[in-house]
């Protein structure tokens, strides 16, 4: 109404505050085709200084990540790739930067197409030709994407991608946090190496009591834990994994109690023992 209200009398004319609260309005209804629309109408305003900045485009990404459009990583690059063109102009302030490369990132991972891991690899290998160094989040992110996903030539290579994921990022000086631990936790129980899940839990806690406090157990690696053993028919393990969720859930550390299949997993356990 204000808009068409300016198209008459200029004095009327919405302020750009106005663009911006709009799209971020429509970005946290949960609606990337209204916040893009927005995006595109600043795009056009003639003031030659009021004009989009990163964060706006970084509304619009975010809003299409967290839609269930089949087609929400596309969207979210072709996003990405309007930063980048008009990031070289002086009076746009997008030129994309690691938090930018991570959404996209995040986008591809979520996204169930065969080829949507490969695409999120090929942005990490950007990132880095581009000169943005990747952070402890955009490795999480690939890491989950393996360990959730389900096509059959990325499970089949899980294992030893993730390994190596973890290498190259240790190498790079970037320092693994509990939500790395718990994706590559999640990606070993998915070839049912409860060991493995096992182990890297065990790093996970050790390094949080020596005083890490980014690698304090998730309750989903709790979970993830106990889930494992439980599914490789080895209810002490199991059992044991519940014993110290109940704990850790009385003292405070964890937020949330073990729920009904927690313990059915440990009685089902028993039963086929």
Avoid at 16 to 30: D, E, M, N, P
Avoid at 41 to 51: F, S
Avoid at 172 to 198: C, F, H, W
């Amino acid at each position: 109404e204000l808009k068409a209200e300016g198209e008459k009398d200029e004095s009327m004319k919405p302020e750009f505050g106005l663009h911006q609260a709009r799209l971020q309005s429509w970005s946290k209804s949960g609606n990337p085709e209204m916040a893009t629309t927005a995006l595109k109408e600043m795009l056009l305003l003639k003031d030659p200084v009021w004009k989009p900045k990163r964060r706006d485009f970084h509304s619009v990404l975010q809003a299409w990540v967290k839609s269930n459009h089949p087609e929400a990583a596309r969207k979210a690059e072709w996003g990405l790739r309007l930063m980048m063109k008009l990031g070289s102009h002086v009076a746009f302030d997008c030129i994309p930067n690691d938090f930018s490369y991570n959404i996209v990132i995040r986008a591809y991972t979520l996204a169930k197409q065969p080829d949507s891991i490969k695409r999120a690899e090929d942005l990490l290998r950007e990132m880095k030709e581009s000169g943005i160094n990747p952070s402890v989040n955009t490795y999480n992110c690939i890491i989950s994407g393996y360990a959730w996903s389900k096509v059959p030539h990325i499970v089949n290579k899980l294992e030893k991608r993730v390994e190596e994921l973890m290498v190259e990022m240790v190498n790079e000086g970037i320092q693994p946090d509990s939500t790395t631990y718990t994706g590559l936790m999640n990606a070993y129980a998915k070839t049912r190496n409860a060991q493995q899940v096992e182990s890297l839990f065990q790093e996970m806690k050790r390094g949080f009591e020596q005083g890490d406090k980014t690698l304090e157990p998730s309750y989903i690696a709790h979970i993830t834990r106990l889930q494992t053993w439980a599914k490789e028919g080895q209810p002490e393990m199991a059992t044991r994994a519940l014993k110290e969720i109940i704990v850790q859930s009385e003292n405070g550390y964890l937020k949330k109690k073990p729920s009904t299949q927690e313990f059915t997993a440990c009685l089902e356990a028993w039963a086929r023992s």
